[in-house]
């Protein structure tokens, strides 16, 4: 193949990363100079937005713009980070590979609190995403909420201005812009679920075109690939529209997916999950798992949660 491949993606400093980080991969692995690969970026809908996502309709904010990009061919790849991939995608476009997860956990970030438990009555907390909102909710009625929105950096910013008591952020993000010291305490995966896909990179193509196809299929990472498909499964069983609250975590070990998926109202007052464990060694059998429990948490929870759809 003669011509390079662009890559495509937003311009926050953790999108940068890990576009480069492609790049790198990309390189290593076809023999071929990074200069091959350019990264070129795209400002999204999500990047020029204040307030709360969904007050702008939620979905694909983050990754619009990069597949109208790849569609009209001003790129050859977009990457993402998946947690915030629609679940139904685009019908010239596909996912070809997903690189091995980072730590998938939320971190608890507070410049006066040791531990997310040391936080006082009535604190008030700094986030935007609805998910962590009723999560926290559910443990502690008594929490206090403010938007914080903008880059890591940003955040962390406001942190130290004390615009609030606490944030959250995901690990992942922190660890790769090796941030990992802003992590005050890691919250542990039976206290927070992480959101569907939280910590993976995704990345996309156009379906026709066979020499990317090519270049990306080695990057991919089996057990990451089954567990986050699993667990977008169950996000699209239960509601694709990013306005309620939903998580869930799949861990592959070669054989057996543990699962773990719940959907919580938005002020934390009823939580429905459910957790299963099965053989699975493909995307078919991730994906069946992840579907199925969605739609028995969706029976579950009825009409006590408010869809928003
Ligand atoms: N919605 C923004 C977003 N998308 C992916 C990440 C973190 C990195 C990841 O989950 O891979 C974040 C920020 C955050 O939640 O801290």
């Not at 904010?61 to 790849?70: D, H, I, S, Y």
């Amino acid at each position: 193949m003669q011509h390079g491949l662009t890559i495509g993606t937003r311009g926050s400093p953790l999108a940068l990363y890990q576009a480069h980080l492609v790049q790198r991969l990309l390189a290593e692995t076809s023999g071929r100079p990074a200069q091959d690969f350019p990264v070129r970026i795209l400002k999204t809908s999500g990047d020029r937005l204040k307030g709360h996502l969904r007050d702008f309709g939620g979905k694909g904010l983050f990754t619009k713009e990069l597949e109208e990009a790849l569609m009209s061919g001003d790129i050859d790849i977009a990457v993402h980070s998946m947690k915030d991939v629609p679940t139904v995608g685009q019908e010239s476009l596909e996912i070809s590979a997903i690189l091995p997860r980072e730590d998938p956990r939320d971190a608890f970030i507070s410049k006066k609190y040791a531990k997310l438990d040391d936080l006082p009555e009535g604190a008030l907390v700094g986030s935007a995403s609805i998910r962590r909102r009723a999560q926290l909710s559910a443990m502690r009625p008594d929490i206090q909420y403010c938007l914080l929105r903008g880059n890591v950096g940003t955040r962390l910013q406001k942190l130290s201005d004390e615009v609030c008591d606490a944030t959250f952020l995901a690990c992942a993000g922190l660890k790769r812009l090796e941030q990992e010291d802003a992590i005050t305490e890691a919250i542990s995966t039976e206290r927070m679920l992480p959101a569907p896909a939280q910590g993976a990179i995704g990345i996309e193509i156009r379906k026709s075109d066979e020499a990317a196809k090519g270049l990306i299929r080695p990057l991919n990472c089996k057990a990451s690939e089954l567990c986050i498909t699993a667990e977008r499964a169950f996000l699209r069983a239960l509601d694709g529209s990013c306005r309620t609250p939903i998580a869930a975590l799949a861990v592959w070990d070669g054989k057996l997916m543990n699962f773990k998926g719940e959907v919580v109202a938005k002020d934390g007052s009823a939580r429905f999950g459910n957790e299963d464990t099965a053989a699975v060694s493909n995307s078919i059998e991730a994906y069946d798992l992840g579907y199925g429990l969605g739609q028995t948490v969706r029976k579950a929870a009825g009409q006590h949660i408010d869809w928003d759809e």
